[in-house]
């Protein structure tokens, strides 16, 4: 079945960096896009970037152009989002998405907090 794992969220003080990875497994992975979403306390869940199969044309919500980066590594199953310039407000909960034969999956999230 579907799986999407992510890791490398945690603490980082604003200005700072973090990279996160998500392996995913189950489905032909160089054959789809993939996304990241966040959620942050009391708001929506909103799109974040988001990548071509081959790792081609990118998108990038408003709030992160320019801050982050969006990339995949199709030999390792792994889409990752480098995270530069945080923010406080970039403080959420970070998703991995496939839209796969219909249905949304979502990993199990990675919480990333800015704070000093």
């Known amino acids: 079945q579907v799986q999407l794992v992510e890791s490398g969220g945690g603490l980082a003080q604003p200005g700072g960096s973090l990279r996160l990875s998500c392996a995913a497994s189950?489905?032909?992975?160089?054959?789809?896009?993939m996304s990241w979403y966040r959620q942050a306390p009391g708001k929506e869940r909103e799109l974040v970037a988001r990548i071509t199969n081959s790792g081609g044309p990118t998108n990038y919500g408003d709030s992160v152009k320019g801050r982050f980066t969006i990339s995949r590594d199709n030999a390792k199953n792994t889409v990752y989002l480098q995270m530069d310039s945080l923010k406080p407000e970039d403080t959420a909960v970070y998703y991995c998405f496939v839209l796969h034969t219909g249905r949304l999956y979502w990993g199990q999230g990675t919480q990333v907090t800015v704070s000093s």
């Open positions: 189950g489905f032909p992975f160089s054959a789809y896009p």
